[in-house]
T-cell receptor, first 115, second 112 residues
């Protein structure tokens, strides 16, 4: 079955460490996204990519980095510069375009905790 | 400014009761509106998709309505179950700019 897979489900980071969250999709979607979700808040866009080897900053990109070397993969690195990284991270993908066939498919999320 | 606002922010209801969640938007030009259900610790899953020409769409006990004139949508849940406890997110897309606009969600808790 086609889908989008995030790993790991839970991740613990020590102060000053960089960690990388994995996101893989086999839906043949061109666009991929990373969102951060804090308790009681909506989704906030970190980075997105609409094509391989190209990505754009979202609303809260500081302290994060991404790469898009393959269409299927869009890993997110949370760097030590991100001062408050504890949150739930969601990856999403979709076909580019408008209309009912171009909605988001979300992964199941990664919960990152700083220890 | 394109915005999506949801109300209430949170809601607690008894099992078996009905409830209605609201989504108001100012997105223009409107393409479609989606309701997602997000269980705790999981990613959002699409419930319904509404286009400009659709007024009502059902998915089991979930019924979504759309009034494109007033730019309002509602999600009605009938005979609620404990498994309905989740966050419900409204997402509106525009026909131009490839843009999607997210509401902040309604947190629903169904209690026995």
């Amino acid at each position: 079955d086609g889908g989008i897979t995030q790993s790991p489900k839970y991740l613990f980071r020590k102060e000053g460490q960089n960690v990388t969250l994995s996101c893989e999709q086999n839906l043949n979607h061109d666009a991929m996204y990373w969102y951060r979700q804090d308790p009681g808040q909506g989704l906030r866009l970190i980075y997105y990519s609409q094509i391989v080897n190209d990505f754009q900053k979202g609303d809260i990109a500081e302290g994060y980095s991404v790469s898009r070397e393959k269409k299927e993969s869009f890993p997110l690195t949370v760097t030590s510069a991100q001062k408050n990284p504890t949150a739930f991270y969601l990856c999403a993908s979709r076909k580019t375009g408008t209309g009912i066939n171009y909605g988001y498919t979300f992964g199941s999320g990664t919960r990152l905790t700083v220890v | 400014k394109n915005q999506v606002e949801q109300s209430p922010q949170s809601l607690i209801i008894l099992e078996g009761k009905n409830c209605t969640l609201q989504c108001n938007y100012t997105v223009s030009p409107f393409s479609n509106l989606r309701w997602y259900k997000q269980d705790t610790g999981r990613g959002p899953v699409s419930l319904t998709i509404m286009t400009f020409s659709e007024n009502t769409k059902s998915n089991g006990r979930y019924t979504a309505t759309l009034d494109a004139d007033t730019k309002q949508s509602s999600l009605h849940i009938t005979a609620s179950q404990l498994s309905d406890s989740a966050s419900y997110i409204c997402v509106v897309s525009a026909t131009t700019g490839n843009q999607f606009y997210f509401g902040t969600g309604t947190s629903l808790t169904v209690i026995p």
